[in-house]
């Protein structure tokens, strides 16, 4: 779904350097995730937003931090990266009017060494 | 915590038969219940879903069934195609109070021509 859109696609990054992750979208919706997948792992919730002011942490949000700089941005930094936050992360929005559905950007694809 | 319990974490069908996947949640509050697929190096998108209030739903060759009362619900995909092929996720969430967006650990279905 081009609507949503993460940069960069592709990070390596060493142990104790702060990253950011960004997230974008067009679809005009209100809420925002951050999860990441992990090979058998399945998908889990790091960070979610529900507007501006609104931050709750998700499943795993140890390690990580958010910022929602408008309705159309949510940002995961990783203050000090280690190397089992190597992963692939994805955004996701959904919009409370038309339930429960979530969009999901292309994913970032992250290697801490 | 809770959890969301995927099985099998692998399946091989041949082209035509059905698929069932199967998914046990343990919060008795979760409302609402998606099946996310989600191809090679591609991001998820759901492909149907279900609310607690409801035991089945079809949508063309997929449906989901739900069982409320044992806390399990199952995708069933019938005449599978090649294009099938995937890794699938299950979802349970509580979508009113706090928020819950949990999945299953994905089940990768092979469908062999």
């Known amino acids: 779904d081009a609507d949503v859109t993460q940069t960069p696609r592709n990070r390596i990054t060493k142990t104790g350097k702060r990253i950011m992750l960004e997230c974008s979208q067009t679809?005009?919706?209100?809420?925002m995730y951050w999860y990441r997948q992990d090979p058998g792992l399945g998908l889990r919730l790091i960070y979610y937003?529900?507007?501006?002011?609104?931050?709750n942490k998700g499943e795993i949000s140890d390690g990580y931090s958010v910022s929602r700089q408008a309705q159309a941005k949510f940002s995961l930094s990783l203050e000090s990266a280690i190397p089992n936050q190597t992963a692939l992360y994805f955004c996701?929005?959904?919009?409370?009017?038309?339930?429960?559905?979530?969009?999901f950007g292309p994913g970032t694809r992250l290697l801490v060494l | 915590g809770e959890n969301v319990e995927q099985h099998p974490s692998t399946l091989s069908v041949q082209e035509g038969d059905s698929a069932v996947i199967k998914c046990t949640y343990s919060?008795?509050?979760?409302?609402?219940f998606p099946w996310y697929k989600q191809e090679l190096g591609k991001r998820p998108q759901l492909i149907i879903d279900i609310r607690s209030n409801v035991g089945e739903k079809k949508d063309q060759r997929i449906a989901v069934t739900l069982n409320k009362t044992a806390k399990h619900f199952s995708l069933h995909i019938t005449e599978t195609q090649p294009e099938d092929s995937a890794v699938y996720f299950c979802a349970a969430c509580l979508t009113s109070g706090t928020y819950k967006y949990i999945f299953g650990t994905g089940t990768r279905l092979k469908v062999l021509a």
């Open positions: 919060d008795s509050a979760s409302n609402y």
């Open positions: 679809k005009g919706h209100d809420r």
């Open positions: 937003s529900f507007d501006v002011k609104d931050i």
């Open positions: 996701a929005t959904s919009d409370n009017r038309r339930g429960e559905t979530q969009y």
